[in-house]
Nanobody, 125 residues
């Protein structure tokens, strides 16, 4: 099955930017790749997802207009460009992929089967 590796996390001041990368061991048709985050004491939150054909993207209200998800198929990598970062964006960020033909909510963690190990993002005020 697919393996996912995240990178690009770090520490940044409020208003700054980071780009996260999620590199997959293989490409899968008819799947979604999503970005999720989890802060200490909080539930895991789906923040962005993209379909394998790059046609559909979804964002949570908390990041819409600030974050952009996109894919480079040539390198099997999905990126999350994060701009205008806020302290409340501080969390562990994970990428994940669904099985093919998943029909559930594209930002629901329950729909995703394969997960990376996570990368920490810390935003200071």
């Amino acid at each position: 099955h697919v393996q996912l590796v995240e990178s690009g996390g770090g520490s940044v001041q409020a208003g700054g930017s980071l780009r996260l990368s999620c590199t997959a061991s293989l490409y899968s048709y008819n799947t979604y790749t999503g970005w999720f985050r989890q802060a200490p004491g909080k539930e895991r939150e789906g923040i962005a997802s993209i379909s394998s054909n790059n046609i559909n993207t979804y964002y949570s209200d908390s990041v819409k207009g600030r974050f952009t998800i996109f894919r480079d198929r040539a390198v099997n990598t999905v990126y999350l460009q994060m701009n205008s970062l806020k302290p409340e964006d501080t969390a562990m960020y994970y990428c994940a992929r669904t099985r093919p033909y998943s029909t559930g909510a594209p930002l629901s963690p329950n729909e995703y089967t394969y997960w990376g190990q996570g990368t920490q993002v810390s935003v200071s005020s």
